[in-house]
């Protein structure tokens, strides 16, 4: 369960420090010259004040990394989509820094601090082992034109927030569950907690569309491959070096918790049937080849199988609750403004 909507957000932004330019590369460069002729004060080489707080300002370059990650560095959307809706986008943008500004100063102020082992753990489970491990991430990261000293620099900043919030802005706060709750939330949620569920990593070798002597010849490395994963080598670099699934070659084949009926037939047949830790042999769809690799299955569960996890997640809930108000006298404390 996400933290806050100002959590999911900033979860999903990089804002770079405070600093006296911007620090673009060529593409980010192109891409703020093609905005500023539509919105002067995103020019690359401008120092605008888009907002002032009673403690700091924040300024055009200070946003610019948040703004093209947003836009996906698309110089398309900026020539296509009305210049008005993109100032709106802008300013959310502007909105989140200085909030997230505002709730760093304020744990600052708490004394509150995380540890370098906390950063790493925290990466480690929520972005390098998704992503089909460290390197693979890093990879993806280069694609993107940030680094990882970025990155990190980044979580550990939301990672005091999320402390802040626990620890302090909302420590006071009651978020007990009754057990009436519990039952009214399992009752209302049962379709995600009785349908059983398989964790599977595969390789794809395509074979659709294509012509029967190119699908002899794929066969053929697939079955090459199927030997090289069936003994012992990591399954995650061969889906790196074999894997054309798009929506999974890039975390390392990993398809997580699907049901039965989200998979077609073949390939739900031996997620859902072999032991845990099982490589399959050559499993054919209308798609190819596949090589799964079982890594998980759950049976449905029972509301006694799941209390701790739904008395977890409504108490999250209320956390989501009871924090806006906060915030926004936090805000209004700043005397946070607009400036544009």
Excluded: W
């Amino acid at each position: 369960m996400k933290r806050t909507l100002l959590i999911m957000a900033l979860a999903t932004m990089m804002f770079v420090g405070c600093s006296d330019k911007a620090d673009l590369t060529p593409d980010q460069v192109e891409f703020f010259t093609t905005m500023g002729e539509k919105i002067p004060y995103m020019k690359p080489d401008s120092s605008v004040v888009l907002a002032t707080t009673t403690s700091f300002e924040i300024k055009n370059y200070d946003i610019m990394e948040s703004v093209y990650q947003g836009m996906r560095g698309d110089i398309s959307i900026i020539e296509s989509v009305d210049p008005a809706r993109i100032e709106s986008f802008i300013m959310q943008v502007v909105t989140l820094k200085a909030q997230q500004d505002i709730l760093l100063e304020e744990a600052k102020k708490e004394g509150v601090t995380v540890t370098k082992d906390s950063i790493d753990a925290f990466m480690e489970k929520n972005l390098f082992a998704p992503n089909g491990g460290k390197d693979a991430f890093i990879e993806q990261l280069k694609l993107q034109q940030v680094d990882l000293d970025f990155v990190r620099e980044d979580t550990r900043k939301n990672m005091l927030i999320m402390k802040y919030i626990d620890e302090v802005a909302l420590l006071s706060a009651d978020f007990s569950v009754t057990d009436d709750e519990v039952v009214d939330y399992y009752n209302n949620n049962k379709e995600q907690y009785s349908q059983e569920t398989a964790t599977v990593r595969h390789i794809l070798f395509l074979t659709q569309g294509k012509a029967a002597e190119e699908v002899d010849s794929i066969k053929t490395l697939a079955a090459e491959v199927v030997k090289k994963a069936q003994a012992g080598e990591d399954f995650v670099s061969l889906v790196a070096a074999y894997s054309e699934d798009p929506g999974s070659n890039t975390n390392g084949g990993l398809y997580t918790d699907f049901p039965r009926g989200r998979m077609v037939q073949s390939f739900e047949d031996a997620s859902f049937t072999l032991p845990i830790g099982t490589i399959t042999d050559l499993v054919e769809t209308p798609y190819g080849y596949h090589i799964i690799k079982i890594e998980d299955c759950k049976a449905g569960k029972t509301l006694e199988d799941v209390r701790s996890e739904v008395i977890a997640t409504l108490k999250e809930q209320k956390k989501e609750t009871a924090f806006p108000p906060v915030l926004d006298s936090l805000v209004a404390k700043y005397e946070f403004t607009l400036t544009l």
